[in-house]
């Protein structure tokens, strides 16, 4: 894969193919896994979010709903063949009927998260009633944990009271469940936040201004013990720095961006087992609009991009 970062982003377009995922795969865990081939709406007045807890037992799943877990993805290759297989067998004994996804940016874009879960959104089964932005590096060990059909539109799995790290009341990131309606209505999330963080902060108001209602499980005596994050941030640093006028122009809700309009280009799709368990990745190639959000690019083309006048 290393040839494809040195390339320039500009309408330079790299295949990832699974035979080289495969191959990046087998790498890291040295084959320890085995991997086969098999409306726009606008938005409305601003609301305060109604927040309420659900007993976790009193929760039931239904055969009739079907859940697509949407996983962005980069270069989390560790992460992803121990997420696909536990994940399958948690929801299983749970009776979830669900389908992962797994979005993978291929592009050389600095990582958009948000973008990633709209264009999963959007490729994603119709088969599937409701969707979970889950990240790769998050996963219950309290089988008490679930994952139903919201019955508000909205069910917040790793609420503030639970999830290892984040614990502010506005948070709404790790794993958010959503009904496909509950989703359109927020236009999807906003495409313009490139690099890591804030993203879920810009969709909390998303879900505010459409006045709905977050449902959190309750009766978990877990706490912060009830998931596990398998994210190493020696190994895996973010990209959490911020170029050009990016701190300013993220501080305000993003009124014009979302699921309806986002511009991508899908390079393939394939069908994988990882130890028994099914997902379908998608290899996406996102596109930046330079002169809205020039911090899409990292920080090494910068030079490059001044000299022929197209960034600030």
């Known amino acids: 894969m ?6 320039l982003v500009k309408r330079k377009r790299t295949k990832i193919v699974f035979v080289g995922l495969t191959v990046t795969f087998s790498l890291a865990l040295i084959l320890m896994v085995k991997l086969q ?12 979010v109604i927040i309420r807890t659900e007993n976790a037992e009193s929760t039931t799943v239904t055969e009739r ?3 697509a877990i949407l996983v962005p993805f980069r270069d989390r290759f560790e992460e992803l063949l121990e997420f696909v297989p536990y994940m399958h067998d948690f929801l299983n004994k749970q009776g979830t009927a669900h ?3 797994v979005i993978n940016q291929v592009d050389d874009y600095r990582f958009n998260r948000a973008a990633l879960i709209n264009v999963g959104f959007l490729e994603s089964g119709k088969d599937c009633d409701y969707i979970a932005m889950h990240d790769v590096d998050l996963v219950p060990v309290n089988p008490a944990i679930a994952y139903p059909y919201p019955r508000t539109g909205v069910y917040h799995v790793a609420s503030p009271d639970l999830h290892p790290l984040y614990h502010y009341k506005k948070f709404v990131g790790g794993i958010l469940l959503l009904t496909r309606d509950a989703f359109t209505s927020t236009n999807g999330m906003s495409n313009r936040y ?15 201004r459409q006045m709905l209602e977050i449902e959190r499980p309750s009766g978990i005596t877990t706490g912060y013990e009830t998931f596990r ?3 190493n941030r020696k190994k895996r640093r973010r990209d959490t720095a911020k170029h050009f006028n990016q701190t300013q122009e993220l501080r305000h809700l993003d009124k014009k961006t979302g699921a309806s309009n986002i511009k991508y280009t899908i390079d393939s799709k394939t069908d994988i087992t990882v ?3 099914p997902a ?19 920080p090494e083309y910068h030079t490059v991009y001044k000299a022929k006048g197209l960034i600030p």
């Open 194 to 208: 490139w690099g890591w963080g804030l993203e879920d902060d810009e969709f909390y108001v998303r879900m505010r």
């Open 65 to 67: 709903h079907k859940m």
């Open 99 to 101: 389908q992962i996804y």
């Open 280 to 298: 379908k990745i998608i290899n996406v190639v996102l596109d930046c609009d330079l002169k809205d959000t020039p911090w899409c690019l990292k």
């Open 2 to 7: 290393s040839a494809w970062i040195q390339t």
């Open 275 to 277: 130890a028994g368990a």
């Open 229 to 231: 994050h398998i994210h």
């Open 37 to 48: 081939s098999d409306t726009e709406q606008p938005v409305t007045k601003t609301h305060k």
